[in-house]
């Protein structure tokens, strides 16, 4: 009786794992045999006892792209069967950095303000730990964090060394390419439609500083046959070669309609040694000045809306 008496506890308290739990006889039963034979009161009859492994059931962000420096994200979980860790990670060129948050309840939320310490490529990891079961982790990407916006979407791979430019802009499209200015940077971009190399979307570039070092004056000689266009102010000072080291009239030929002005983007990536550089072209789209001497359409990237100016001359 006294056998029966210390053995009736034991069983009440391992009944209740039974109907929460959901395992079956076949699978209870033999833990139960080596609970029922460990001494009683010995924490070792617990160890016997079915864990439940880790599970992550939710993990997100928000928000969860175009995130910047000073920007605040959330994030929000519900998992199961171990300790809880969420980390942020930034990956560099240079390297990266990592925050993590220990401790963290099976279920809850986390805010947390991105520093100049987050930028880069950002990611969070969730981590759901057991002790005697392993673990099981999550990873959101949440794309670039930059200390300032990219003017393009979607944004590019490198952050912007600088906010966007907006500038006054000229524009003349020729037979064989364009002529674009921008005045607050001081350069004229000439997109010519000679493939660097076929099959790879790149295009001959040439760029001229302004002002420009004009030594004559050819205006008067140039006659455009009908329906074209002979360029004139700065566009046509390099069209003609009256600037020094300039001289474009055989890549473009001629103009298919007037110089007119519009509203430029412009933004460069932050590589130290060959940035990338983009701009918005008058037909909406965003050219990509690469640092080789070539220039792309940049095909999926699309330049958000900027307003329409006055008259503007191109340049000197």
Known sequence: MKRLLNIVPVLIILAVPVVACTFTAETL????DAALAADDGDARAMDALPVMPPEIQT??????????????ITATWASLGG????CLHAERPEGGQQHCYDGLPPAGSLGVRVDTSLTGALSARLTVTSARMGSVEQTVDLGMVCAGRWFTT???ERCASQPVLETEAAAQP????WMLWLRDIGRYFVLADEPVEPGTGRYRLLMTSDPLNVTRDTADSVEAPPG?????SGFGNIWRGDAFGTGYREVLGWGTQPEFAYTALYQCDDD??????YVTHPDGWVVILHPDGTWSEGETLRA???????DVASGS
């Open 59 to 72: 993990f997100e962000l928000e928000p969860g792209e175009d995130i910047i420096v000073g920007d605040s």
């Open 29 to 32: 039963l033999p833990r139960l």
């Open 174 to 177: 020729f037979e064989r390419g």
């Open 272 to 277: 130290p040694e060959a940035p990338t550089c």
């Open 304 to 310: 958000y809306e900027f307003p329409e100016t006055g």
């Open 228 to 232: 074209l266009v002979a360029p004139v």
């Open 83 to 86: 300790e809880v860790q969420l």
């Open 154 to 156: 979607p944004v590019v």
